[in-house]
Nanobody
Framework: QVQLVESGGGSVQPGGSLRLSCVLSGDTFSIYLITWYRRTPGKELDKVAGISGSGDITNFLASVKGRFTVSRDNAKNTAYLHMNSLKPEDTAVYYC??????????????????WGQGTQVTVSS
């Protein structure tokens, strides 16, 4: 059974940094696309950053570009979201998502989608 466990959230002052971790167990980590999302109360889930299985392709929400980076260590089954120059508007619950697509025995494609439990990030003075 695939599980995702996040850690690293907390409270920080504006301008501070945090690193979130997302550990996958139960499957081969490197075949998964990892995406970080965040949800603020009353708002929809926003896609914050994504990283390909090999780690060579990344993308970011416009408002976090230049402040957040994303990385992964496939040997440790772990993805990271490095958040720098944090702002109060970055306050949210952050989730990691792991997605893969496999071909079934009938030749169709089946997606697999897993979520972490979420971790709270609070940016406040």
């Amino acid at each position: 059974q695939v599980q995702l466990v996040e850690s690293g959230g907390g409270s920080v002052q504006p301008g501070g940094s945090l690193r979130l971790s997302c550990v996958l167990s139960g499957d081969t980590f490197s075949i998964y696309l990892i995406t970080w999302y965040r949800r603020t109360p009353g708002k929809e889930l926003d896609k914050v950053a994504g990283i390909s299985g090999s780690g060579d392709i990344t993308n970011f929400l416009a408002s976090v570009k230049g402040r957040f980076t994303v990385s992964r260590d496939n040997a440790k089954n772990t993805a990271y979201l490095h958040m720098n120059s944090l702002k109060p508007e970055d306050t949210a619950v952050y989730y990691c998502n792991a997605q893969k697509i496999e071909k079934t025995e009938w030749g169709t494609l089946k997606p697999y989608d897993y979520w972490g439990q979420g971790t709270q990030v609070t940016v406040s003075s």
